[in-house]
Nanobody, 121 residues
Framework: QVQLEESGGGLVQPGGSLRLSCAAS????????MGWYRQAPGKQRELVARITRGGVTNLADSVKGRATISRDNAMNRVYLQMNSLKPEDTAVYYCNAEGFYWGSDARYEFWGQGTQVTVSS
């Protein structure tokens, strides 16, 4: 089983920046991709950014140009740098990891508990 621990959320003024971090821990599991999702009250959870082991990134149109996702070489930690934050960015941000257990072809996904990001003046 993989455990994901998020950090870095908080209250930020519009136009400000923050950096979210997610640390993955576990055994017998190869993480192929990690990402950040967010969910605002009354809305569906949506993808914010995703990065693969090979470094291929995907960003939601709503954050493109303002957000950068990165990971360490061991693929056990992922970061989301967000700049020029807007009130619309307010949401609970969830870390996600996907991959395979060693010796298995079954794909699994894991989620963190979420960290609150509030953008308000």
């Amino acid at each position: 089983q993989v455990q994901l621990e998020e950090s870095g959320g908080g209250l930020v003024q519009p136009g400000g920046s923050l950096r979210l971090s997610c640390a993955a821990s576990g055994s017998d599991f190869e993480i192929n991709a990690m990402g950040w999702y967010r969910q605002a009250p009354g809305k569906q959870r949506e993808l914010v950014a995703r990065i693969t082991r090979g470094g291929v990134t995907n960003l939601a149109d709503s954050v493109k140009g303002r957000a950068t996702i990165s990971r360490d070489n061991a693929m056990n930690r992922v970061y989301l740098q967000m700049n020029s934050l807007k009130p619309e960015d307010t949401a609970v941000y969830y870390c996600n990891a996907e991959g395979f257990y060693w010796g298995s072809d079954a794909r699994y996904e894991f989620w963190g508990q979420g960290t609150q990001v509030t953008v308000s003046s």
